[in-house]
């Protein structure tokens, strides 16, 4: 058969992790010693003031900027210039996990263009996680391990049923590693570059020509040209020859004595002799 490499088609990555970028910071609360202006309210700031972001707020007015609880007396995040909350800058501006919907909080893995945590990241089949140096292989937008994908998609050797993930021969309308493309009885190579096809297998000549009935019954050696039958089995013309003289049987008649040729007049010394 033809050699060739099959070249595989999946996609194969490997993740990349990260820590979300945020901006964490805790208000500076002190009495106001100037007269300043709330960047919330824009009006004065008399009494106690916050001092965050790079601006000065009232107290009360220093609040997450989507819930608008009061930030005066815990860390905040920032984003856009915007104080948040650490509950609604994790809603709103966390990666979700692409597995459980959950904010990331700490490390991510981005992979298939989608976010997940470390531990959520595993192979569709087996569920074994991945690791930074293992990769991946996607199929259909889902990640497999190497041995999974290979079970689940790669070609199968016609003759081992493994999966072939490098060289392979195509014979027989099939597909063969090439350490397995050998002869169905005895196992030898095919380093003539040619076989021989019976039902669908591939076989050397010598047991091609056993299984199709061609071996010369003298010799043992297939028929490839002309052929002899007698006594309900093949011979080559030259094999065929009177079991007692050895002279050639093929130009003339012989006589059958316990499963064994014989020329006429041997057959007749031998029954004389009885």
């Given amino acids: 058969g033809e050699q060739s490499v099959w070249r595989r088609r999946q996609r194969s990555w490997r993740p990349r992790r990260w820590k979300p970028c945020r901006r964490r910071g805790a208000p500076a609360a002190a009495p106001a010693v100037d007269m300043t202006k709330c960047a919330a309210c824009k009006e004065s700031i008399q009494g106690q003031l916050v001092k965050a972001l790079g601006r000065a707020w009232h107290y009360e007015h220093f609040v997450c900027s989507k819930c608008r609880a009061e930030l005066g007396k815990q860390n905040f995040y920032e984003k856009d210039s915007q104080p948040f909350c650490e509950p609604c800058y994790q809603n709103e501006f966390s990666p979700k996990c692409a597995y459980c919907q959950e904010a990331i909080l700490d490390r991510c893995v981005t992979a298939l263009d989608k976010s997940w945590h ?12 991945f690791t930074e140096s293992s990769g991946f292989h996607e199929r259909d ?18 003759a081992c049923s493994k999966a072939i993930t490098s060289n392979y021969l195509t014979a027989l309308e099939k597909m063969w590693h090439t ?13 003539t570059g040619s076989f021989y096809e019976h039902e669908g297998q591939p076989y050397c000549e010598l047991h091609y020509h056993a299984h199709r009935g061609s071996l010369c019954m003298a010799c043992e050696k297939p028929i490839t040209s002309k052929c002899i039958t007698a006594m309900g089995r093949k011979f080559h013309p030259q094999c065929f020859e009177c079991t007692f003289c050895k002279n050639e049987l093929s130009k003339g008649t012989f006589k059958e004595r316990e499963n064994k040729p014989y020329c006429s007049e041997c057959f007749d010394k031998l029954v004389s002799n009885q």
């Fill in 118 to 129: 470390p531990e959520h990241f595993f192979c569709q089949q087996c569920t074994a996680p």
């Fill in 179 to 191: 350490e397995c493309f050998v002869c169905r009885d005895c196992g030898s190579d095919f380093s």
């Fill in 141 to 158: 937008g889902k990640p497999y391990c190497a041995d999974c994908y290979n079970d689940a998609f790669a070609p199968k050797c016609a």
